[in-house]
């Protein structure tokens, strides 16, 4: 996935003997040699020299590696699927493009038009692709419903999730007291543990069975989706702020919607508590509400995209030192980090579930006489 340009010189120096023994043939003819004219030609061979210099100096500069540019690359959305590049050749699965102008209407087509045979990013039917997002030439606003990488990976994800948990719904139901077999047997465990030891704690026996579907997929959806995240080539799904905005807007409407009576009783009449403290208890208590959702997206955020920083830089220090020996420490401590994303993929997705249970917990929560 990661290239590097080696700068050589070998060229130049091949085409300056092939010059010199030319010279040296024509002057071993020519005996009257015109003093002035070689003097000429030496200054002119100088400033070509001189030209030359910033050229190659720009070139360098153009080819030298950026850990910040391909770490943006790899955690940013993205209108194709770039899995690897091998040499001049890129494994890209190209995604359609879907914009909306008022000049000229809905237009679909695919991302591989805003690339040339290099690679090179050009101008298609008056669009162009500027830094993962499409711009009209002519300034007019675009309205983008592209099928993106992160939107590509969310339909996967989603696939994945309806195929294996209808299968084993289907064996429950089929064999109810049959000992689990398969997929079965592999993910009972898990929805056991959400049920016994999120759920149940958190919301209580008598409420937690209608809030179980729901528990259970925001759980596998974030586990999944950290999982796939950490595939060489996979999406930043969860990694990505409007994503978990999503995930917490959900959480803030659940809670809220199935909120009690003691529940908005606490927060707008705290019980025994004096008239005048509420003045400064009740606003707090409505900033509480908003700030649930607000840390349960920034912290899933933060955490995942962090891990793939973490792991892209450890991997650049590689290039930026151009030492292959420096791949013995990296390496290993890189596949130590990978292995520990493993597991905050789990626990992450552990922590958002069990904090939604506990604002549910709080809401369904009866008044205890």
Same mark, same amino acid.
């Given at each position: ?19 010199? %023994?030319?010279?040296? &043939? ?14 000429? =030609? ?16 720009? #070139? ?5 590696? =950026?850990?910040?540019?391909? +770490?943006?690359?790899?955690?940013? =959305?993205? *209108? =194709? ?6 040499? *001049? ?20 087509? &695919? ?7 290099? *690679?090179? #990013? ?12 499409? *711009?009209?030439?002519? %300034? #007019? ?6 099928? $993106? ?26 064999? @109810? ?7 079965? &047997?592999?993910?009972? @465990? ?6 016994? #030891? ?30 796939? %995240?950490?595939?060489?080539? %996979?999406?930043?799904? $969860?990694?990505? +702020? ?39 208890? $009740? ?9 649930? @959702? ?18 892209? &830089? ?38 958002? $579930? ?16």
């Amino acid at each position: 996935m990661f290239q590097m340009q080696v700068k050589t010189s070998t060229q130049k120096m091949y085409f300056s003997n092939i010059l010199l %023994g030319l010279f040296l &043939s024509f002057f071993s003819f020519n005996v009257f040699a015109n003093e002035p004219v070689a003097a000429h =030609d030496s200054a002119h061979a100088d400033t070509a020299a001189h030209a030359a210099a910033p050229a190659a100096a720009h #070139e360098a500069e153009s080819t030298k590696f =950026d850990p910040g540019k391909l +770490i943006l690359h790899h955690i940013a =959305d993205e *209108h =194709d699927w770039h899995f690897f590049t091998i040499g *001049h050749f890129h494994a890209t699965l190209p995604l359609p493009c879907i914009v909306y102008t008022e000049s000229a209407g809905l237009q679909v087509f &695919s991302s591989a038009n805003f690339k040339n045979e290099h *690679h090179e #990013e050009i101008a298609f039917n008056g669009f162009v692709l500027e830094h993962g997002k499409i *711009h009209a030439e002519n %300034g #007019e606003k675009v309205y983008d419903f592209s099928i $993106t990488k992160n939107v590509a990976s969310l339909l996967l994800s989603a696939v994945l999730l309806l195929s294996i948990f209808i299968g084993i719904g289907r064996k429950y139901k089929e064999n @109810p007291h049959r000992a689990p077999k398969g997929m079965q &047997s592999l993910f009972e @465990p898990i929805i056991i543990f959400v049920r016994d #030891e999120i759920a149940k704690n958190n919301i209580g026996e008598k409420h937690y069975r209608r809030f179980m579907p729901y528990l259970l997929t925001i759980f596998f959806f974030i586990w999944f989706n950290n999982m796939l %995240g950490l595939i060489p080539g %996979g999406a930043n799904l $969860t990694g990505n +702020i409007a994503v978990t905005l999503v995930l917490a807007i959900i959480a803030f409407f659940v809670t809220n919607f199935n909120g009690r009576s003691t529940y908005w009783t606490h927060i707008f009449a705290m019980p025994g508590v004096p008239k005048w403290m509420l003045v400064i208890l $009740t606003p707090v208590e409505i900033v509480g509400i908003f700030m649930k @959702p607000f840390s349960l997206m920034v912290r899933l955020f933060a955490n995942i995209t962090a891990g793939h920083i973490i792991l892209l &830089s450890l991997v650049s220090l590689i290039f930026i030192f151009e030492n292959a020996a420096l791949g013995l420490a990296v390496v290993p401590f890189s596949l130590f980090m990978n292995v520990i994303e493993l597991i905050v993929a789990f626990i992450q997705a552990f922590i958002f $579930t069990m904090l939604v249970s506990t604002y549910i917990g709080a809401a369904v929560e009866e008044h205890h006489h």
